[in-house]
């Protein structure tokens, strides 16, 4: 019987998680994808990978040193990119190899590659403990009430940034704000495709939603539906075929985004634009 | 008596060393329609930036008769339409979705309210109540003749309708003040005309001062109650006819626009 699986404990725990990364992923990926800041989930989760080490070096438990270590990287990249004049792809590129960087080193000096160093670089959800598990439900949620409460203003600042800060918002401080919201996701999610995968989850389902939706709410309704039906998939077909959960999960995303690519380029959803008409 | 809603003095902003803007002055009434003419590079656009406390600049800005950085919590309440309006041509929100952004929330209107009423601006008309934002937006809308339009895609419009767009997305804070930096740049010369309507329709039945620039002399001619003439220095700032019926005046505007055109070309 298919439904066999639902029975254990440990794949009922990881789809919850999982559904629940695919939520906060797809969420924060819309702005991350508007503001052209797609490529930051991955400087971000590299940054982690820096965390990870350190944590493993030290001994502290590592997802806190990943969380304090992204979160700094990310704080730090605004800063850099708003008192210098480094663009936004070269500070996502310093923030990436700066991460990995002290990575390589640390864990050259810890001894060499071990099993949880793994776990995060490919993603572990099958094997998530209960208190991880809270945690990742918990930190979900704060992500999303976040979202939810800022979302006025995150739309406002993502669609035309000088508009924004004239209607009165303060948009350094909001920009920080929402870089660390995206630091606290990025590392939230490590745990389900780990620390190389994890732009997949943050810029896929959003681009393919883009392709369907026509306003802002169908677009993220669109990409959350998108995201966690991969997720959920992915986990039940990796455990049927014995595959990677995180490798087939992304592997759906990329298969949803071409069919919907295909079935755009033939007619079938989202005609195309009527030629717009003068006034 | 009508009070003065912007008031100018001897503003100048240089960059690098060299003057954009050359110690101008000139002020609006409430319920005017200024035009401010000007060929590009005369530094309307800088002059805008600078009232709205996005630059820096020497001379004394007054809103309402606040001074200064003492208006900026007001800034909210000014509608500014850019000349262009930088946006991912992608950006998957509707028209309706775009204009509510504009709305600002209830605590701010209040505060802003107070501010203005102290300073003795008309503050009910500003803070006019309309129950829901929906509703809000379907009236910002109609004004500008887009209301079939609310639920396209942003990017599905022409130019001509973006901009109208965007004014609308200003128009539904009820703005103290609307400022249009040349919003019909690119934009065919039937629409040009419909849009000057629409802005003409918003000053007199809105009921809205605003202060548009333009190097479009004949439209300014037509639609503008107040005309200002500006290439880095203030040629001229008055009642239309006054200037239209000074012909050194305009002599030396079409002089030194071109001159600015040959400096540029």
């Known amino acids: 019987m298919i439904f066999d699986i639902f029975a254990y404990a440990f794949m009922q725990k990881g789809l919850i998680v999982g559904a629940a990364i695919a939520i906060i992923c797809s969420l924060m990926g819309t702005f991350l994808v508007l503001r052209r800041y797609s490529l930051f989930g991955d400087a971000l989760a590299h940054m982690a990978f820096g965390g990870v080490s350190l944590g493993l070096f030290s001994g502290i438990y590592p997802l806190w040193t990943a969380y304090a270590v992204s979160i700094l990287g990310a704080l730090g990249m605004t800063k850099l990119r708003k008192s210098t004049k480094i663009s936004g792809d070269a500070a996502i590129a310093v923030l990436l190899v700066s991460g990995l960087g002290v990575g390589v080193l640390l864990i050259s000096a810890t001894g060499g590659f071990s099993v949880d160093l793994f776990s995060f670089l490919f993603g572990s959800i099958l094997l998530i403990s209960n208190e991880d598990t809270i945690l990742i439900l918990g930190i979900s949620a704060g992500v999303v009430s976040s979202l939810v409460l800022l979302r006025k203003q995150l739309l406002h600042l993502t669609f035309d940034e000088e508009q924004a800060k004239v209607s009165g918002l303060n948009v350094d401080r909001l920009n920080y704000v929402f870089v660390i919201i995206a630091g606290v996701t990025v590392i939230t999610s490590m745990r389900l495709v780990g620390i190389l995968l994890i732009s997949a989850l943050i810029v896929l389902p959003n681009i393919t939603s883009m392709l369907l939706g026509k306003g802002f709410k169908q677009t993220i309704i669109a990409s959350m539906s998108i995201s966690v039906f991969s997720v959920v998939l992915g986990i039940i077909l990796s455990y049927y075929f014995d595959l990677a959960p995180s490798g087939t999960i992304v592997m759906i995303s990329v298969a949803i985004l071409v069919a919907t690519l295909c079935a755009k380029y033939l007619g079938l959803v989202g005609k195309a634009a009527p030629i717009a008409k003068t006034i | ?265």
């Open chain 2, 1 to 265: 008596m009508s009070m003065k809603s912007l008031q100018v003095s001897d503003v100048s902003i240089s960059y690098n060393g060299s003057l954009a803007i050359d110690k101008v002055n000139f002020d609006v009434e409430e319920g005017d329609l200024l035009g401010i003419v000007g060929p590009n590079g005369a530094g309307k656009t800088t002059l805008f930036r600078a009232i709205l406390g996005l630059q820096n600049y020497s001379g004394v800005i007054k809103l309402f008769g606040l001074e200064g950085k003492k208006y900026h919590p007001l800034l909210p309440l000014v509608g500014y339409v850019s000349q262009k309006v930088n946006f991912e041509q992608n950006f998957p929100a509707t028209v309706s979705e775009v204009v509510a952004m504009g709305i600002l929330p209830e605590k701010k209107l209040h505060k802003n309210a107070t501010v203005l009423q102290n300073c003795g601006c008309c503050w009910n008309r500003v803070y006019k109540k309309i129950n829901k934002d929906s509703d809000k937006v379907l009236e910002a809308l109609r004004t500008v003749n887009l209301e079939s339009h609310k639920n396209k895609r942003i990017g599905e419009l022409s130019g001509g309708e973006l901009q109208r767009v965007f004014i609308a997305k200003a128009l539904v804070k009820d703005p103290i003040l609307l400022i249009l930096d040349e919003p019909v740049t690119g934009v065919d010369v039937e629409t040009q005309n419909k849009f000057y309507n629409v802005i003409k329709k918003i000053n007199e039945e809105n009921k809205i001062t605003i202060v548009w620039s333009s190097h479009d002399l004949e439209a300014i001619a037509k639609f503008a109650n107040r005309v200002a003439c500006m290439n880095r220095k203030m040629f001229f700032h008055g009642q239309k006819e006054e200037f239209f019926s000074n012909k050194d005046l305009l002599k030396t505007y079409t002089e030194s626009a071109m001159q600015i055109h040959m400096h540029h070309h």
